[in-house]
């Protein structure tokens, strides 16, 4: 992308600064942000507050280790916290009236279950993880991110459709796809 994603800007607002917005609308309390490359520039580059930063050091790792590090902030910012909810900030599809979603069903259940988003015949993320798993997203490692646990639950998984879950922006061309999409919405709401 020749530039940190997170600082990618689609619209008025940077891919991160959108996902942050999103969760934030969705009543997401409290919103931690998992930074390692290039953390400086991005932290300059975005208006974290009301965020909680946590720099990342390990990050050549893969993902896992940013899910670790996320958690065990989490655990020790909230530590009666029961669920964590875990994101990727390029998703331009994700809308408030998702995460909302995914957190109404994960309040509905009476018994420890995972709540994913569902796209593209697979269970994904924006998930969200019920405590007893907890211990099993700390033993992932590398680039193995929470799928392996969506795919071999350690509890009942139920999932949420997510229209548009499946697209994210990994390449230039992702990227103006979803600048031609935004300004065609635009251009129709003029209308």
Partial sequence: MGRPKQLVPVGNETLLGRTIRVVREAGADPVLV?????????????DL???QVIFHSEWEEGIASSIRAGLVALRAQAPDATPAMLLVCDQPRLTNEHVHRLMATFDEQSEPTIVASAY?????IPAIFPANEFAALLELRGEEGARRLL???GCPLITVGFEGGDFDVDTPADLAQIISASKRRSREELR
């Fill in 151 to 153: 795919r071999d639950p």
């Fill in 120 to 124: 593209a015949d697979i269970a994904g």
């Fill in 49 to 51: 507050k009301g965020v």
């Fill in 34 to 46: 998992v930074l390692g490359a290039h953390r400086d520039e991005i932290v300059a580059g975005i």
